[in-house]
């Protein structure tokens, strides 16, 4: 559970005075050695900076004009009332921000944005690290050359990453690790540092490797080394690995590193308002899962493309048909054996959670409370960073999403 004492105001990143004074007191001072970045209550500034405590890529945006989004802010979201789906407590928009730790949120309605705050150290032009929203980035890629017909989605892992002939993906499809139904030997529990994220948490280098480590010390040398458990495509369980061997599958596709097709593909064509940082391993090769840290409002951006069925920044930036398959989404009954409580009738498609009860909305979602949500019917995009202190959305889905869900429903309502 969250800390009793400090809740979202007493561990605000300024009031905590974290890294302030030239040069910044001892005991204020943050450090990659002790892990600063991905702990409460201090992540609630390395999530900004995140580019000081770990390497980075850029993600250029070109030298072509920013995509304008036009802003008409709205003073009635506020107080917008939901009920928490846990406890049945009423809340408040305003009331929420706090609640579920948030660093930044913005809200679009048919392409404007109406509502824009940025909390602690976190502002309009500061990057802030997505985690898993990074996903939907690279399931969106991936997608995009399966539709160009440079990708088969029947293809093997072994086909198609030779490297991977011995591991436990070998066998499995193209589209089973595009959906997440694939069978291994990999457990997502952030909170154990043994675990198959852990794991793989060292051979990116995302926080330091214990003395006499000796494990794989890049991200290419981790993958190979997963086992399979069970069959292939009987159903979802979320595995970042999976999405770390769909970005090599795009860059080896392309020819060129995930940040610079990220970039040809995304973020230039988009018009995105600034370069972003993605972080990477000893090999250059960016953390595909979770490492993009772009800001708020271009991830607004990609959401606002991606709930115009492709169209941004005045064109046809990701075909149509990519787009259709997102909305189309995953086997609910593949997706039922993983007991999301809060995602009952929902499913998982290309790197994309499809939201259950609300006509067709779907998201990115990241630990710590990063997510882009989509609602295509009330014409309604919410982007948001958070520094949440649990990771696993399951803390705050009860406060987030019918926080979400309440907004477009305003909306709508015009």
């Known amino acids: 559970m969250p800390d009793k004492i400090l809740d979202a105001h007493s561990s605000d990143p300024v009031t905590m005075g974290w890294m302030e004074g030239l040069p910044p007191a001892p005991e204020k001072r943050l450090a990659w050695e002790r892990a600063d970045h991905m702990r409460f209550p201090t992540h609630r500034y390395a999530y900004s900076h ?23 802010l709205r003073d009635d979201i506020d107080a917008i009332t939901f009920r928490a789906m846990d406890d049945g407590r009423e809340l408040t928009w305003a009331e929420s921000l706090a ?16 509502y824009e705050r940025y909390l602690g150290v976190t502002r309009q032009d500061t990057p802030h690290i997505a985690f898993s929203v990074t996903k939907s980035f690279v399931g969106t890629l991936a997608e995009m050359l399966v539709r160009e017909g440079r990708l088969d989605p029947q293809a093997t892992i072994a086909d198609l990453l030779p490297e991977m002939a011995g591991s436990g993906f ?14 291994l030997d990999f457990s997502e529990e952030y909170t154990d540092p043994t675990s198959g994220i852990g794991a793989m948490s060292n ?20 993958l190979p080394t997963i086992r399979k458990n069970g069959e292939h495509g009987e159903r979802f369980t979320y595995r970042t690995c999976n999405t770390e061997v769909l970005g090599w ?54 959401g606002e ?12 930036i990701i075909a149509r048909e990519v787009v259709a398959a997102v909305k189309a989404g995953g086997s609910k009954a593949a997706f039922a054996p993983a007991g999301y409580q809060w995602l009952k009738d929902g499913s998982y498609t290309r790197q994309w959670w499809i939201m259950p ?4 909305a ?14 295509p019917v009330a014409e309604v995009v919410i982007a948001r960073f958070g520094s949440h202190p649990i990771a696993a959305n399951s803390a705050f889905d009860p406060t987030s999403l019918p926080a979400f869900r309440a907004v477009a429903e305003h909306l709508a309502r015009g």
């Not at 609640?99 to 109406?114: E, P, Q, S, Y």
């Not at 009860?357 to 067709?360: E, T, Y």
């Not at 779907?362 to 609602?375: K, N, T």
Request: glycine fraction near 14%; include cysteine; hydrophobic fraction near 45%.
């Open 249 to 302: 599958i795009v860059a080896r596709t392309e020819g060129k590193r995930i940040d610079q097709v990220l970039s040809e593909r995304i973020w230039a064509p988009l018009g995105m308002e600034q370069d972003a940082d993605f972080l990477i391993d000893s090999t250059g090769m960016p953390f595909a899962g979770g490492g993009l840290n772009p800001i708020l409002r271009d991830m607004a951006r990609f």
């Open 170 to 183: 070998a066998d499995a499809t193209l589209a089973q690790v595009m959906d997440m139904t694939t069978a």
């Open 50 to 72: 995140m580019r000081e405590f770990l390497p980075t890529a850029r993600v250029s945006r070109g030298v072509g004009p920013v995509w304008q989004l036009p802003v008409a």
């Open 203 to 222: 051979a990116l280098g995302l926080t330091p490797r214990a003395p006499g480590y000796a494990g794989p010390g890049d991200v290419y040398a981790f």
């Open 99 to 114: 609640v579920n730790f948030t660093d930044a949120v913005l809200v679009l309605h048919r392409g404007t944005i109406v």
């Open 362 to 375: 779907f998201s990115a979602r990241g630990i710590h409370g990063q997510a882009i949500y989509v609602d």
């Open 305 to 316: 493309t991606m709930r115009c069925d492709g169209c941004g920044n005045g064109g046809q």
């Open 357 to 360: 009860g609300n006509q067709g």
